[in-house]
């Protein structure tokens, strides 16, 4: 099995070959023709040079072929139960599952087929303490930490949050806070306690510009919030503002991209994390009504991101800030630092988290789930009795058996 990835510029025509790592440069006719010519009882009879190239390069291995390829985590099961000892990179905790806002398309509006919808519980002192205490014993090989706060609205629970913050501050060398907030309850007494913490960064949820954020970004009682965040913002001295203040935006349809796009090249003090789309597998029928989606949506925004990407790669060795560099950096340092070793009958997963190591979400009551995106699998043990062990090896053997289906064929 073959996989292989034809891209050219100008003047030049390459291969990217993923299962020996080799990027080669060929001619046009092998380019144009190169799936004809792996196929060699045809192949033969057709521009005899240029499969006798093909043949050469097989044979010297710098094309590769595999059978029976596998996918694997890059540990064994009893390496993975060791880096859940002592390598949890990142905690998670619910704060709260109370909300100030009603958000149209929010994966907690009831709106979806899995997950939690919003309640007035908060997570106690005591269950946080707990939860902070059980991941300082879970990552002593690591040597940076952090902690987010999530929700709901983190911010609805802060005094809580505080106190979680000092006590933490007690136990780690070096820890970093995250709170995820929609901004709201940026008041003074909070900024205040912010701008005096260094080691908390915020991430702000900002659907700009105005007419986008105002349309799915809603109070209780219906009322727009952008004009309340962007005020809160202000009051958020500047260089804290550059240093430790983030924004995500969620869009719903390739109008709304295009016009954070613009929003965020003309608003260059507001440094946006991330620009996602809303979850649509799991949907209702309303929710998808909501954001006006269809196809044809999904099709325009993908050519939009693709001139980004193009924005991106023209404007990077020259810009130290601009939007596209804060959105694709992370993505293509991880390809750029990608193993090139040669597969072999082999393939390591990439692209894909270690589950309950790269983060650990414990949720109000105490309860371990892989991550705040699959908050409701909180099954797999708690902070009192520790990990299920035997539910976590399901798990795995699961994703192991997706990613067999799904990814063996993934030139990724």
Request: with cysteine; charged share 25%.
């Amino acid at each position: 099995m073959f996989i292989l990835k034809k891209f050219r510029t100008k003047s030049k025509y390459y291969i990217y070959d993923s299962n020996t790592n080799n990027i080669i440069d060929v001619a046009k006719e092998i380019y144009e023709n190169l799936e004809f010519l792996l196929k060699k009882n045809r192949a033969k009879d057709f521009c005899e040079p240029n499969y006798k190239i093909i043949l050469s390069a097989i044979n010297e291995g710098v094309l590769g072929a595999v059978n029976d390829l596998k996918m694997e985590y890059p540990f064994s099961d009893e390496e993975y139960l060791e880096k859940l000892k002592d390598s949890i990179q990142q905690l998670v905790l619910c704060t709260t599952e109370n909300c100030n806002l009603r958000c149209k398309y929010c994966v907690y509006s009831g709106g979806y087929q899995v997950g939690r919808v919003h309640t007035f519980r908060h997570m106690s002192f005591a269950t946080m303490k707990s939860a902070i205490y059980f991941y300082y014993k879970h990552s002593s090989n690591e040597k940076m930490h952090t902690i987010s706060f999530y929700g709901g609205e983190p911010l609805l629970n802060i005094e809580r949050i505080k106190k979680a913050t000092a006590y933490a501050n007690t136990l780690f060398k070096t820890v970093n806070f995250i709170i995820s907030t929609n901004g709201i309850l940026l008041g003074n007494d909070f900024i205040k306690w912010f701008v005096e913490n260094n080691n908390v960064m915020i991430i702000v949820s900002l659907d700009s510009p105005k007419e986008v954020h105002d349309t799915y970004r809603i109070d209780k009682n219906g009322n727009a919030t952008y004009e309340k965040i962007i005020k809160n913002i202000s009051n958020i001295p500047s260089g804290v503002l550059k240093k430790r203040v983030r924004f995500q935006s969620v869009y719903a349809n390739d109008d709304d991209l295009e016009k954070m796009i613009q929003y965020y090249n003309i608003n260059n003090h507001i440094i946006p994390m991330s620009l996602t789309s809303v979850e649509k597998d799991s949907a209702s029928s309303e929710i998808l009504h909501v954001i006006k989606h269809s196809d044809l949506n999904v099709k325009a925004a993908r050519k939009k991101y693709k001139k980004m990407l193009q924005e991106y790669i023209n404007k990077r060795p020259n810009s130290e800030e601009n939007i596209y560099k804060d959105i694709f950096d992370n993505n293509f340092r991880s390809i750029h630092f990608r193993s090139m070793d040669k597969i072999g009958s082999m393939k390591l997963f990439s692209g894909i988290c270690i589950p309950f190591v790269r983060k650990l979400f414990i949720d109000i009551d105490g309860n371990i789930a892989p991550c705040e995106k699959a908050d409701y699998l909180n099954n797999f043990g708690n902070i009192k009795n520790g990990f299920d062990v035997s539910k976590i090896k399901e798990l795995l053997s699961v994703i192991n058996e997706i990613k067999n289906k799904r990814c063996r064929k993934c030139r990724a």
